[in-house]
C-alpha cells in the first residue's frame, strides 16, 4: 500500500487518549470584620448555564478557525 509508510509514522498517536481528570470550582473566602464569607456564586452561575457556555464558547472557536481558514 502506498500510504502504509505515512499511516505508520505515528504508532504512538493511535493509541493515545486524553487523560481523567476531575476539577471543581475555586471557592475563595475572606475574613472581614470578624466573619468568613465564602464566594460560591459564581460556580453556582456557571454550573446553571453551563450548556449555554458552552455553545457560545463552541461556536466563538468556530468562527475563529473559519476565519484563520479564510485568511489563509
Same mark, same amino acid.
Given at each position: 500500500?502506498?500510504?502504509? /509508510?505515512?499511516?505508520?509514522?505515528?504508532?504512538?498517536l &493511535? %493509541?493515545?487518549?486524553?487523560? !481523567? @481528570?476531575s476539577?471543581?470550582? /475555586?471557592?475563595p473566602s475572606?475574613?472581614?470584620?470578624? &466573619? %468568613?464569607?465564602?464566594?460560591? !456564586? @459564581?460556580?453556582?452561575?456557571?454550573?446553571?448555564?453551563?450548556?449555554?457556555?458552552?455553545?457560545? %464558547?463552541?461556536?466563538?472557536? !468556530?468562527?475563529?478557525?473559519?476565519?484563520?481558514?479564510?485568511?489563509?
Open positions: 500500500m502506498i500510504l502504509q /509508510p505515512l499511516l505508520n509514522l505515528l504508532p504512538d &493511535k %493509541t493515545w487518549a486524553v487523560p !481523567a @481528570h476539577s471543581r470550582c /475555586p471557592e475572606i475574613d472581614l470584620f470578624g &466573619k %468568613t464569607f465564602k464566594m460560591t !456564586a @459564581h460556580c453556582d452561575l456557571a454550573e446553571q448555564n453551563r450548556a449555554t457556555i458552552t455553545s457560545l %464558547t463552541l461556536a466563538a472557536f !468556530a468562527i475563529a478557525a473559519l476565519f484563520i481558514v479564510l485568511a489563509a
